[in-house]
T-cell receptor, first 112, second 114 residues
Framework: AQSVTQLGSHVSVSEGALVLLRCNYS??????LFWYVQYPNQGLQLLLK??????LVKGINGFEAEFKKSETSFHLTKPSAHMSDAAEYFC??????????FGTGTRLQVTL | NAGVTQTPKFRILKIGQSMTLQCTQD?????MYWYRQDPGMGLKLIYY???????DKGEVPNGYNVSRSTTEDFPLRLELAAPSQTSVYFC?????????????FGNGTRLTVT
């Protein structure tokens, strides 16, 4: 079964600093990988997805993620954090066309 | 443009009671999903539907039932509430498969079973 592992349940960065949220996947076939974001008291929304067209994927709000097959990773980055980026971030993998399996989430805190 | 609407927003149940969590979408999406979210556990798929009249089990279906009589509605039924069902429940929909289109989530129902 395909799965994702998110390293670090909480990450704290200063405003303006680099954001790095880690995700490793387990899959025997080329995976479909996603990052979703959840703002307080809301449902999740899609940030970006990898579907093998390009290894560097750009998403909304300045986020991007790089697919590295050799490291089985799909880490999420943003060059400069903003206070509005404070949220919980979920990595996910699509094992079948109808289902997404989510990681356990990483809560991002942005401090002044 | 309502999107995915979940009701109620909050509910407290006693052990053994039953209830239905309502979910409706106005985007004519074929695919609908129910997830539960527990702290530190991420989201777990309970049930999903690929179209009216078709439902299937996800990772954690025990203690729940669903129906999909229309494209718009996908209610989740708890028959005998247990403390282990205390969670935040999210309904989501998508026009195509999850690989080709993003999930649209509702704002959730926070359920406490005591």
């Amino acid at each position: 079964a395909q799965s994702v592992t998110q390293l670090g349940s909480h990450v704290s960065v200063s405003e303006g600093a680099l954001v790095l949220l880690r995700c490793n996947y387990s899959s025997s076939v080329p995976p479909y990988l996603f990052w979703y974001v959840q703002y307080p008291n809301q449902g999740l929304q899609l940030l970006l997805k990898y579907t093998s067209a390009a290894t560097l994927v750009k998403g909304i709000n300045g986020f991007e993620a790089e697919f590295k097959k050799s490291e089985t990773s799909f880490h999420l980055t943003k060059p400069s954090a903003h206070m509005s980026d404070a949220a919980e971030y979920f990595c996910a993998v699509s094992e079948t066309a109808s289902k997404l399996t989510f990681g356990t989430g990483t809560r991002l805190q942005v401090t002044l | 443009n309502a999107g995915v609407t979940q009701t109620p927003k909050f509910r407290i149940l006693k052990i053994g009671q039953s209830m239905t969590l309502q979910c409706t979408q106005d985007m004519n999406h074929n695919y609908m999903y129910w997830y539960r979210q527990d702290p530190g556990m991420g989201l777990k798929l309970i049930y999903y539907s690929v179209g009216a009249g078709i439902t299937d089990k996800g990772e954690v279906p025990n203690g729940y039932n669903v129906s999909r009589s229309t494209t718009e509605d996908f209610p989740l039924r708890l028959e005998l509430a247990a403390p282990s069902q205390t969670s935040v429940y999210f309904c989501a929909s998508s026009p195509q498969t999850v690989r080709n289109s993003p999930l649209h989530f509702g704002n959730g129902t926070r359920l406490t079973v005591t």
